[in-house]
Structures are given as structure tokens and as C-alpha cells.
């Protein structure tokens, strides 16, 4: 055990870290310290890192846990480590550039852990090549009374219409009540094109399914309803990594799930069952390896 206040100087790869509060608590319902949070980010790194390398990274931050203020970051800290890689990329604030942290290793992702940032949130987008997005992202989100089991069963009418386009997908809970849909595309293609096409599917689910799903954004419209947000297929705007962890009550994760776990959790009427933790998410990991593998290899064409 360590003290509140105590630093630890650890090497990683070769590379020198100083961690410190390691035993503040960082999410009080279930006692989860900074130190199990860089645990997690320490072992669930070989199916995570492939997922952020090469690609710029906001930062969400809970220095004080989960109950305290927090606060976005895309400006890479000042006092990084120089071994910590960085990617300049055009922003529409006034400075016109954004310098983001890249975590192409393990000793950024430890880095980052003892910063608290608990949610890593990632351009859709490589930092090499900024205007060409390798995926397209649905974000499913329910508007209460409808919860995840709506998330998942629209999930599946979203799978069931790419499918007819002759598309694959793949889905990862967003660590709450929603589901987000990812298509693999990773051939050239430009945002104009994901944006455009990611709309066009949303009116379409809408079309079909008018009393359960919407493609507006507006709150007082989405009550029972899951909204279908297209809208995150931007240069400028950011998803939740997978196996991020998440800043709810327990330390969830957004976690990949297959097709089968999705109609199983329908079927049971069973939330929890898509619902996972940080142990669960790593016992997940050792049994079945990366179940998100495919959105970084698999190409398809959207014309």
C-alpha cells in the first residue's frame, strides 16, 4: 500500500513514469482506485492499442474520480514526456490547430491512466491522413422510458439494413445505455461521403421503423425512441475509444459484443447483460481476444 501522496517511479518499455495517488478512489460506489485503473489500462493494452495508434485523442479527465469536475481536453499537455507522440490537426477554434496526444504505445497509455483520464475519445480519422475516415460510426441512444435492450434491438435492424447493402458491421456497447455500430471502410473515402451516407441509413431505419427509432436530435422527439446520431461522422468530432473505460457509476466499458449477445440479451430481457466492467472486460479479452479486429481490417466500399 502507498500513500495518498506518495509518487512511485516506475519504467515501461524502457521509458521512466512517475505515478502518483494511486490509491485515490476514482469511482467511490465500488472503490476503484487510480491504481486499478492504470491496471486495467495495463492489461487490456494489447487489444486496445491497436485502436489508438495513429490516431489523435481527446482526453476526458476526472482528477478529483467520477463525483468531481471534469473537463475535455484536446490539447495534448504541456509537460508530456517528449516520447509521448503528438498530431497537429485544423480546428475551428481560434488558434485553426489542435496539437493532440497519440497513444502508439504502452507507456502513453500508463501516461495518460495517471492523468485520470478514464475516457479516451478518438478522431475517426488517422493523424497522417485527417480528411479520410476509416470507419463509419452510428451512435444508438435511447431516450428514456427505451433503454439498452432498445439500443441493441435497433442495433439489429440497423445490421439487418447495411446488410442488404451488402455491408458489414460491427457493434461495442458505448458503456451506457446505448450501442454504437461501426462500418469498416479503410480504403479512401472523405468525410463528405461517410456523413452523407451515415444520414441517408438513419432516414431510412426511421422510414421503416417510425414509432421506435428517429434520426432528430431534438430531445423532445426522441422520447421512447432511439436516436440513430449519423452526426458524429465529422473531421472534428470524436468517439469513445473501444475499451475505453467509462465515467459512470461502476467502471464500465465501452466493450465489443457479437450479434449473438446483442439478440440473447433481447431475448432474456437482460440489461445487464450488456453492461460489462473493467474485470469483465479483461476476462473477455483473454477468452475471445479482440472482437473489435475486423473494423481496423476489413475494407468495403460505400459506393
Request: charged letters at 25%; aromatic letters at 10%; glycine letters at 6%.
Amino acid at each position: 500500500m502507498t500513500k495518498k501522496d506518495e509518487k512511485v517511479q516506475v519504467e515501461i518499455e524502457g521509458y521512466p513514469l512517475e505515478l502518483s495517488h494511486l490509491e485515490k478512489v476514482l469511482y467511490p460506489a465500488t472503490g476503484f482506485t487510480k491504481a486499478q485503473v492504470i491496471d486495467y489500462y495495463t492489461r487490456i493494452a494489447p487489444v486496445m492499442l491497436p485502436h489508438l495508434r495513429g490516431r489523435p485523442v481527446t482526453l476526458k479527465r476526472y482528477p478529483d474520480g467520477i463525483d468531481g469536475e471534469f473537463f475535455f481536453e484536446k490539447e495534448c499537455p504541456a509537460f508530456h514526456p517528449d516520447w509521448v507522440g503528438k498530431s497537429t490537426q485544423p480546428s475551428r477554434n481560434v488558434r485553426q490547430e489542435v496539437n493532440y496526444c497519440v497513444v502508439d504505445n504502452l507507456p502513453t497509455l500508463v501516461w495518460l491512466a495517471n492523468l485520470a483520464a478514464l475516457e479516451l475519445h478518438t478522431l475517426l480519422a488517422l493523424g497522417a491522413d485527417p480528411g479520410r475516415p476509416t470507419f463509419v460510426a452510428f451512435d444508438l441512444d435511447p431516450g428514456p422510458p427505451a433503454d439498452v435492450l432498445d439500443s441493441a434491438w435497433a442495433a439489429m435492424r440497423l445490421r439487418e439494413l447495411l446488410d442488404e447493402a451488402g455491408l458489414r458491421c460491427m457493434p461495442k456497447t458505448s458503456g451506457g445505455k446505448g450501442i454504437h455500430v461501426y462500418v469498416p471502410i479503410n480504403e479512401p473515402i472523405d468525410f463528405e461521403k461517410t456523413k452523407q451516407f451515415a444520414h441517408s441509413v438513419a432516414l431510412q431505419l426511421e422510414k421503416r421503423y417510425p414509432e421506435r427509432v428517429t434520426s432528430i436530435m431534438r430531445k423532445d422527439l426522441r422520447t421512447g425512441k432511439v436516436f440513430v446520431d449519423w452526426s458524429q461522422n465529422d473531421p472534428h468530432k470524436t468517439t469513445v475509444c473501444v475499451y475505453s473505460l467509462r465515467a459512470r457509476e461502476r467502471p464500465y466499458v465501452s466493450a465489443p459484443v457479437t450479434w449473438d449477445e446483442l439478440e440473447k440479451a433481447r431475448r432474456h430481457n437482460d440489461p445487464g447483460g450488456l453492461s460489462f466492467e473493467a474485470w469483465e472486460t479483461l476476462r473477455r479479452a483473454e477468452e475471445h481476444g479482440d472482437l473489435f479486429a475486423r473494423v481496423l481490417e476489413l475494407q468495403q466500399n460505400l459506393e
